[in-house]
């Protein structure tokens, strides 16, 4: 059998890996330059002189991606289920239906605890899990953690392209006499020859050139927190999450195991 706190420690290790592979994937990914924002005429606005800043997809956003993303995501939620029967193991009682718990509110979590049998790791345990707030609107991202191991079982966590323009000072128009420079966008891409902006023609700016320009791989989940963040950025919070949690008992109770009763 493992130390306390050891297998815990090995899924995260084990996520680290996956992150660095994860990471490895994108770098590789974004050095072929899959996508340019480009200065072309937009569809039946040819007539009026339009300019359009259009993003052309050379190259996909890679599926592989998706099950690194589901592998880092599995072992940082095994790592906490791993943590709760070490403390329950650490009493002395069985492991058995344990499960660290998360819930909708904090008005339900007693109940959870209960219901995931890690009482039986004893008050102070009880107390320590209650400090961490996993459940909605508490620990954000431990409890998203949690969302998205459920979502991957159902759905692929497909991450989506985010792109922007960062033009340089000498991209800008000249309104009424005026002089104003073009502001920086951004917007997800969901399509080759996806429009981020109309305007007049630009000086200096003519059909085809290759505008400065920043892509990103970011979560695309309505309704979670962390839709539209940066997804490298994002598991790395997520793993140093965990990786505090599990910290958080580590000292406290890193202790001989007792042997286990029949509870």
Known sequence: MLEPFEAPKLKIERARRHLQEL??????????????????????????????????IREPVPIHLSPIIGDIIHNLRASLDLLACDLVRIAGKSTK?????????????????????????????????????????????????HDFDIRDKHEALIPLASGGASPSANVRFSPGGGVTPIPSISSRIRKDGQH????????GVPLGTELPAAFALIFGFEGSPFDGQEILNTLRHFTEATESAVQLFI???????ASPSSD
Request: glycine share 8%; with cysteine; aromatic share 8%.
């Open 251 to 257: 000292g406290r109770f890193d202790k001989p195991v």
């Open 23 to 56: 990471e490895t994937e994108i770098t590789a990914y974004f050095d072929r330059k899959p996508m340019v924002l480009m200065v072309e005429k937009p569809d039946g606005l040819e007539h009026h002189g339009a300019h359009s800043w259009t993003v052309r």
């Open 196 to 203: 981020l902006l109309i305007t007049i023609p630009i000086p």
């Open 97 to 145: 239906g344990v499960n660290f718990p998360f819930c909708d509110n904090p008005n339900k979590l007693d109940d959870f605890i209960k219901l995931r049998n890690l009482t039986r790791a004893g008050p102070e345990v009880v107390a320590l899990v209650k400090s961490l707030k996993p459940y909605k609107g508490g620990n954000i991202a431990l409890r998203a953690i």
